[in-house]
C-alpha cells in the first residue's frame, strides 16, 4: 500500500515538473533567437571602444587561448537595420570570373560551395564564397537557387551561417582587421528577398597591457 502511494507521489511530481521544464526550454530558444534591441548604446561607441580591455574583475575568465584561438569578444550589442537589401534575381554563370580575367583564368570554377536551406522551404540552396585579392579572404558572397542567384554581398573575410529557422541566414564579416572588430548581420528571408533585420559589432578582447 505504501508503495503505491509512493508511486502515485512521484506521478504527481512528473506531472508538475515536466511541463515546466519544456516550458523552460522553449523560453530559452525564444530569448536566444529574439535579441534585444538596445537603443542607448550607438555604433559609433562600439567602433570606439575597439579593441575591447577586459576589465580585471573578468579577466580570471579569459586565458591567453581564448584570446588568440577563440577571438573572445566583447559584449555585442544588438542594431537595427535602417535600409533594405535590394533584390537580386540574376542569372548564375558559374565559370564567369567574379572579378574579371585579370584576377581567374578563363574557364575556372572560382568559388566555394556549401549548401543549407535558407528560404524554408526544405530544400537547399547553394551558399558559394569566392575571393578577388589575396588577403582576408573570402570576399564575394552568392545564394543561388535554381541557377538563379538571389543574393549577393561583397565584404572583408564574408561568412555566411546558417540558422535553426532557416528562415535566413547571419552573414558574419570583418570591419578592421587590426582591432578584430567584426560584424554580425542576420538576414531574413520575406516575400522572395532577404531583408536585413538587425546586427551585431563584435570587438577583440585584450588582457591590458
Not at 579577466?59 to 581564448?66: E, F, L, N, R
Request: with cysteine; aromatic share 12%; net charge neutral.
Amino acid at each position: 500500500m505504501k508503495k503505491k502511494k509512493h508511486r502515485n507521489h512521484i506521478a504527481r511530481y512528473l506531472l508538475f515538473f515536466i511541463p515546466l521544464i519544456l516550458l523552460l526550454i522553449a523560453f530559452v530558444k525564444v530569448l536566444r533567437y529574439t535579441p534585444q534591441l538596445d537603443e542607448k548604446i550607438s555604433e559609433k561607441t562600439v567602433n570606439a571602444a575597439c579593441p575591447y580591455a577586459i576589465p580585471k574583475s573578468e579577466q580570471k575568465k579569459y586565458t591567453t587561448t581564448d584570446l588568440v584561438d577563440n577571438m573572445a569578444i566583447a559584449p555585442a550589442p544588438i542594431f537595427p537595420v535602417t535600409k533594405n537589401q535590394v533584390v537580386v534575381n540574376e542569372p548564375f554563370d558559374p565559370y564567369a570570373p567574379p572579378a574579371g580575367e585579370s584576377f581567374f583564368p578563363p574557364n575556372t570554377y572560382p568559388w566555394t560551395a556549401v549548401s543549407f536551406d535558407v528560404t524554408n522551404d526544405g530544400q537547399n540552396e547553394q551558399i558559394l564564397t569566392a575571393n578577388i585579392a589575396m588577403n582576408h579572404t573570402p570576399h564575394l558572397v552568392r545564394i543561388v537557387q535554381n541557377g538563379t542567384v538571389i543574393f549577393k554581398y561583397q565584404g572583408i573575410n564574408v561568412d555566411p551561417e546558417e540558422v535553426e529557422s532557416h528562415d535566413g541566414f547571419m552573414l558574419n564579416e570583418t570591419l578592421d582587421w587590426l582591432t578584430g572588430t567584426s560584424k554580425r548581420t542576420r538576414y531574413i528571408y520575406k516575400d522572395g528577398t532577404f531583408i536585413p533585420a538587425w546586427y551585431q559589432i563584435y570587438c577583440q578582447a585584450q588582457m591590458p597591457q
